[in-house]
């Protein structure tokens, strides 16, 4: 159940994922159910406002933001999840960024996944590809991003992308769960 403390009552908590796709769905239930159990997880197309291949960590965080503000219109809490990538050392490395906004305007931050990509990929993105389709197009598979990800094909299924943003989430969920160390 959730408190809301504006209104002085007691309801179920709706949580909006600011995406209709469903590893980033997924990731967010059984992120929040750990902490909220009475939850209801629901999904809504919105726009990230950026590059469909964010190519900063900036540009990532940023979509996130959006698609997490974006999506409050339709719960008590935002959930934004954006995939992208940076360059560190001269290698083009995918990282990923959760943003969870609440009515009170707070805000949790949490990223991560960060690995490096092969030089074919990593020379297609910086030629104007997206990671997703080109994905798809090195495997003959479909929704690749629906599905185990980049992360899934290249740790062969010991890690997906599923897995890796439920941490993501419940990393954005810190300030929520444990507001006694943010005061």
Aim: hydrophobic share 40%; proline share 3%; aromatic share 8%.
């Amino acid at each position: 159940m959730y408190v809301n403390k504006q209104m002085n009552n007691v309801s179920k908590l709706t949580v909006s994922v600011g995406s209709s796709n469903p590893v980033k769905v997924g990731a967010v239930t059984e992120s929040f159910k750990q902490y909220y159990t009475d939850c209801e997880v629901v999904s809504q197309k919105v726009p990230s406002g950026i590059a469909e291949q964010p190519m900063s960590e900036e540009e990532t965080v940023r979509g996130a933001t959006n698609r997490a503000l974006a999506a409050l219109e339709y719960g008590d809490f935002g959930v934004g999840l954006e995939g992208g990538v940076t360059m560190i050392g001269g290698a083009l490395f995918e990282c990923a960024w959760c943003v969870v906004v609440d009515k009170s305007g707070k805000k949790g931050v949490g990223g991560g996944l960060y690995f490096e990509l092969p030089k074919k990929i990593a020379d297609k993105i910086m030629a104007g590809g997206e990671l997703g389709p080109i994905m798809n197009e090195l495997t003959g598979e479909d929704n690749v991003k629906e599905k185990s990800g980049a992360i899934g094909i290249f740790t062969k299924g010991k890690l997906d992308r599923k897995t890796a943003y439920v941490q993501l989430v419940t990393s954005a969920l810190i300030k929520f769960v444990s507001p006694e160390w943010f005061v």
